[in-house]
């Protein structure tokens, strides 16, 4: 019984809001008359609507798994999901009700008292956690499976970076006038195809809570319209992985191999335990093969034991690193591999052959033995290197698929090896550059505990290492992390009691002649401004925090970004004072055409009100 119409409408974005409203009163004659759920699909309606719809809510919800839902409790009151529900999709939805800001307006129809300070953001998570779906269903006939994400933020960047990359992808040359930029612009022609995502420009329309986060999901750009062209940019795509080197096997990597069936995920995960090295490498390949085929999910949880036996291999490679491992070939075939090397060397160097391991006796690597006289590896380590990198390409391509997150998140262990190997100074860039976008893409789904806390703590350190980095991509992806996770609000907590420190890592940045640091700081702040009134007030009054995005404002890469946290900061009451310091210029930015100048004027209105 869905009304085509009525959906038509909705999913146009040029069609007014009086006819949004219009069609909408019409789809809301059917709430509580209409049942979707299979327990009352049958029923003859009572005449008390109310009670229909939160018999048939409920019994939804627990038809798709959450049915756990709990409605809270706002000025000593219960909320009123069914007049809630019905305001929202009277006004086309709660997306059409996000991008326009219209949930003050509901607060007031419901009646909420004064006190409720944050009353529309409370409507907004509610309607989110136990209404969505519902509406999905009711208003437009989607499955649990094809509800789309909702659009947090008013201007959301999509991270071509964070797209999955085949094992042998061609290089993406530098953006010009940047030494590595991981920014493009907009207006450049992108790649196209699955390892290329960039949607058109997000809608900068206002919302309560905004927030700055990559969308890794597939169908995330093609439900974001355009309200407005913008000058930001995004992420490029990253260099390739691996360069100039090929895997050679003879077996097939697609095609005869079969994901439907268990035998065959079995046999994937059994390769990789084996420790035979051909079985390794198909293993390997096989994964990157997969995870990049865009007409496959690759979901973990199907291959059981996959990431206990990568998070092997990377182990592997993070002993050698720290120099740990004890064994290697024996000394007659690293002879044979490594004569030239040794021939070259010994006879210039006076080596203490004390210190040297008796060939007759144990079989150690002799060129470890040596330490760092020779300008080469042992054999041992260059193959784990080049499964590290495998490795690291494919746990990088899993990660964005946002159904693989929770796997990730819930292995803490593989976690710990990637950041272990990230701080290494020894490991290989690419390795390090892909373990950071894996932890930075599945970051939104970690909860930040007493497990969990070395991801923030390691980011942090890097961050640290800024004035003597000579790497700014290193930076930029442990900034991001940090954006990341405070974009989770259960991590907020954790995040206060570090909160000092890593606002005045990011105001540093904020001031950096390197603009791409710059963004993803003011990102950083950003998200952590949709935290709750003591983060706000406490990155108002940070000493030159406010100063620095007043500046940003004239940088259009920035300006959009800079103009939601303002947006926010000014939503705390005890914040006006400091930014009515800087009116002048917030309304010379509301009177411009910038990408900023709405949000910039919903922040003046907000500073405007008793």
């Known amino acids: 019984m869905v009304d085509s119409q009525a959906v038509n409408v909705f999913l146009k974005p040029e069609v007014t809001r009086e006819e949004r409203i219009e069609v909408g009163n019409r789809v809301v004659g059917t709430v509580g008359t209409y049942f979707i759920s299979r327990a009352l699909r049958d029923s003859v309606p009572s005449r008390d609507r109310r009670r229909n719809f939160l018999e048939d809510l409920s019994a939804y919800m627990n038809e798709i798994g959450r ?5 809270p409790t706002l000025g000593g009151f219960t909320l009123d999901v069914f007049i809630l529900y019905q305001e929202v999709v009277r006004r086309g939805g709660v997306q059409h009700v996000i991008d326009n800001r219209e949930f003050k307006e509901i607060s007031k129809i419901l009646r909420l008292p004064k006190t409720c300070t944050a009353a529309a953001f409370v409507l907004r998570e509610s309607y989110e956690k136990i209404l969505y779906f519902y509406e999905q269903k009711h208003v437009f006939g989607r499955s649990a499976e094809e509800v789309p994400p909702v659009v947090q933020l008013g201007a959301r960047l999509e991270r071509v970076s964070s797209t999955p990359r085949s094992l042998n992808a061609t290089d993406t040359p530098a953006y010009e006038g940047s030494r590595e930029n991981s920014f493009t612009n907009l207006s450049m022609e992108q790649p196209k195809g699955f390892g290329s995502e960039l949607g058109g420009a997000p809608s900068v329309s206002p919302n309560r809570r905004h927030t700055y986060v990559d969308s890794n999901n597939r169908n ?19 260099r390739n992985l691996v360069q100039e080197e090929v895997f050679v096997t003879s077996r097939p990597l697609s095609g ?3 994901t439907d069936i268990g035998s065959e995920r079995n046999k994937l995960v059994l390769a990789l335990q084996s420790g035979i090295e051909d079985e390794i490498s198909w293993a390997l390949v096989t994964i990157n093969v997969l995870s990049f085929d865009p007409k496959l999910d690759f979901l973990i949880r199907d291959y059981p034991m996959l990431l206990e036996s990568l998070e092997i291999i990377l182990k592997e490679y993070l002993e ?14 690293e002879d044979a591999r490594s004569s030239g090397a040794k021939n070259k060397m010994l006879s210039a160097v006076d080596i203490n052959t004390s210190n040297v391991i008796a060939h007759n006796n144990v ?16 054999p041992i380590f260059l193959k784990r290197e080049w499964n590290a990198k ?3 390409n494919a746990l990088r391509n899993l990660s964005f698929i946002e159904r693989n997150h929770p796997s990730f998140a819930k292995h803490v262990s593989l976690l710990r090896t990637c950041i272990s190997i990230i701080v290494s100074s020894e490991a290989a860039s690419q390795v390090v550059y892909d373990l950071s976008d894996t932890l930075k893409n599945i970051a939104v789904e970690v909860k930040l505990n007493q497990d969990t806390l070395f991801l923030l703590d390691s980011a942090i350190a890097i961050l640290y290492e800024w004035e003597d980095c000579t790497d700014d991509t290193r930076i930029l992806k442990a900034t991001e992390l940090i954006a990341r996770l405070c974009f989770n609000p259960d991590n907020e907590l954790e995040l206060l009691k570090r909160f000092d420190e890593i606002l005045s890592l990011l105001v540093g940045f904020l001031s950096s002649e390197n603009k791409d640091i710059r963004l993803v700081a003011v990102g950083a702040i950003c998200n952590a401004s949709a935290f709750d009134w003591n983060a706000r007030v406490a990155i108002a009054k940070t000493p030159s925090v406010v100063y620095y995005l007043t500046q940003c404002l004239s940088d259009p890469y920035i300006a959009p970004l800079s103009a939601i946290t303002i947006a926010n900061l000014a939503e705390a009451p005890s914040n006006r004072a400091i930014l009515l310091r800087y009116e002048s210029k ?13 949000l910039v004027a919903c922040a003046l209105k907000e500073l405007s009100d008793d």
């Open 256 to 258: 005869s191999f079969r």
């Open 67 to 71: 049915g756990n839902f709990k409605i």
């Open 220 to 238: 995330a750009t093609s439900s974001m319209g355009w309200d407005r062209t913008t000058s930001y940019d995004s992420l490029q795509t990253s």
């Open 363 to 378: 079989c150690n690597p002799s060129l470890q033995n040596y330490g760092d006289l020779f300008c080469t590896r042992d």
């Open 586 to 598: 917030f309304v010379h930015v509301a009177m411009s055409n910038s990408a900023a100048s709405e």
């Open 390 to 392: 495998c490795v690291a």
């Open 320 to 333: 050698d690193l720290n120099g740990c491992r004890t064994f290697g070939l024996h000394p007659d075939d």
